[in-house]
């Protein structure tokens, strides 16, 4: 009733070398994707963690802030992980260091 054909490729030509030339070829567009990856994305991220670690690290008295919450203050005293800030007249707030967004 219905003949059943099966459609193939031709096969491959004599001589032709498909091993570590292809295996190059397949992988190489994403090593390169993953390096603009690093070098737009990750490396900038990176630089900006280990700024904003050293910004907190060194928070001294009288230094205008604005943390992650949005108040802005100026830094009273640093005791330890928390710092605390006048973000009033007579209005004293106790932040965790890691919650200062950077400077105001």
Known sequence: MWDVVYAMGAPPAEGTQGGAGSLVATF???VLIFLVFYFLLIRPQQKRAREHEKFVENLKNG???ITAGGLIGHVVKVEGDE???EVGKDVRVRVQKNYIAGPA
């Open 28 to 30: 190489l567009p994403l």
């Open 63 to 65: 230094q205008k802030v």
């Open 83 to 85: 710092v605390l800030l």
